[in-house]
């Protein structure tokens, strides 16, 4: 899709916004505006033209990164598009804080922005953009006759569904314009949307190609769009839709689409061909060379990076100081050792010792949880260093591994390890153990120099950076810009994972599905995680509580996290709390208002029909 989308860009700027483009800088542009006809003349120029359409998600101006806006007003790398999702669904939780006093920003994650606030509005009318580019090219396309064609506008039509769905969710009630028109449309209602939304997904299902090119949207598109809008549809429209949550889950699960085997790679710059893309069902798509932007990607690399991290280790030439994160999302990754090792079975008398267990080599020793017959285990968090096992603290009957393979000796070689969480197996019947890592890898944090609490949001060294997001590939090769400035690193909007909690979660609310299924959904994805089996959860253990901390584990900086918060009534609500909500050191409740965003001034200035979301000004 890289090759298709930014090699024919120019070309559908040109066919499709040559005669708007003076509209192009007036600010605003939104759902009210509309956008001139120009005809397209062959199948070609439709796809070429459909490229704009998908890069509305992903650029910023007719040139890039700066210069020829499409929104004025507002910093051209501030508008982008996934830039906006982050400061709006990520900055606002306890997923991510920011350095940074530009007006507006502190308020999204102290949680007291008003109407006037510029992030809020650049969200607003970005996404309005998005939609009069699909109705442009929706009518444009409809003049060709070509099958191929058809396949194109289910394919913007999807676009300006899914905008559509994300104005639903932030702004509540926005008018639905599905025409080119000069006339102000009425307000719609939530509920309105999500039915516009739902049906437009139902019409394209089966118009959309089975397959497609990487980054173009195919029918299992449509369906976790669905499986997303149906999850939510309680908060949005207040009928519960889990049922049909838990049905398109399930299609898109028995799809072709599959778990990358890497976590990290799945946020590297050669995502797009490492493996990666066999998960990502919807992309906003980036390029160093051909599509540069401050937003996006390389908003996501730069904006992380600070401190004590080394800029090269990420594929740029330098960190912007600003982003980090709460202990709250830290720790959802500690391991809890104690309570592990509870369910492992009886405690024994044999156990670790030495410089990588918790007391060194004088003891008393880390005892092991019997499991079965001479069969011994334990989870623990050690040191860098050395161990044995040793029965009753006693030199007399220890084990170690004079060749480093595996197999026991009786008073063998001590055995070396790294620091880290571990699942370890001790078994005598065979005189063999097992050390395998017991770590979720999926918490990629920098923590040298950073402080877990926050005592200042403006100091980067307060809270832990995050290293999730890299311009390099899984070679360990910088992106295609050799200056460092602008990634390669393609952002998921959609993935698998997303679906298969989906299906968890809606199974639990009461939607049908397979339990069994549920919790195999779930520890594919921790096994991914972990590496191996040692996070895996048993039924029991899959609870609502649990679903919402997976997703916070597997989906962090992707843009959901304030969605779900709001499903599980803890965005607003003294019921969960993190540091400086409601800018307050500790936490606090908010005002219900603030579960949606207020419709921007200007909006409501240019279009009478249109009323302001209760709490608002």
Known sequence: MKNYLYTTLLAGIALLFVACHDDLNQSPIDPDSFTEENVFANVTEAKSALAKVYASLALTGQQGPAGDPDIADIDEGFSQYTRMLFNLNELTTDHAVVAWGDPGLPDLHGMYWSSSNDFTQAMYFRLAQV????????????????????????????????????????????????????????????????????????AIENLLPSSNEYGRVDQMAAKALLSRIYLNSEVWTGVPRYDACVNYSAQVMNSSYSLHDNYAELFMADNNSNGAQNEFIFTANFDGLNSQTYGGTTFLVHAAVGGSMDPADYGINGGWFGNRTTKNLV??????????????????????????????????????????????????????????????????????????????????????IAPGNYFITLDLNTLTYSILSAG??????????????????????????????????SNGM?????????????????????????YAEASLRGGGGSTSTAVDAVNAIRTRGYGNTSGNITSGQLTLDFILDERSRELYWEGLRRTDLIRFGKFTTGSYLWPFKGDVPEGTS???????????????????????NDGYN
Do not use: C
């Open 331 to 416: 720790e959802k990754f500690t391991l809890d050792t104690a309570a592990l090792n509870a369910a492992l079975g009886t405690q024994s008398d044999w156990g670790l010792v030495g410089s990588a267990t918790t007391n060194g080599w004088n003891g008393p020793d880390m005892e092991m949880y019997q499991t079965g017959t001479n069969t011994y285990s334990l989870y623990a968090s050690l040191g860098a260093g050395e161990l044995k096992f040793r029965f009753d603290e006693d030199w007399g009957n220890n084990y170690g591994d004079d060749g480093a393979n595996g197999s026991l000796e009786p008073g063998g070689a001590n055995i070396a």
């Open 131 to 202: 939609v009069s580019f699909s109705n442009s090219f929706i009518s444009n396309a409809a003049a060709l006759s070509d099958p191929e064609v058809a396949n194109f506008i289910a394919e913007a039509r999807f676009i300006r569904a899914y905008a559509y769905s994300v104005l639903m969710d932030l702004f509540g009630n926005v008018p639905i314009v599905t025409v080119v028109t000069a006339d102000l449309p009425q307000q719609n209602s939530r509920a309105e949307i999500f039915e516009f939304v739902e049906t437009e997904l139902l």
């Open 440 to 473: 979720d890898k999926r918490g990629i944090f920098h923590t040298d120099g950073q402080n877990l609490e926050i005592e200042e949001i403006p100091a980067f060294g307060d809270g832990y950076a995050v290293g999730k997001f890299t311009n390099l590939d």
């Open 590 to 612: 908010v005002d219900s208002k603030y579960n949606l965003f207020p419709l921007p001034t200007n909006a409501l200035l240019s279009n009478p029909n249109l009323s302001q």
């Open 478 to 502: 910088a992106g295609s810009d050799t200056g460092g400035n602008f990634v390669d690193t393609d952002l998921a909007l959609i993935r698998l994972p997303e679906i298969m909690l989906n």
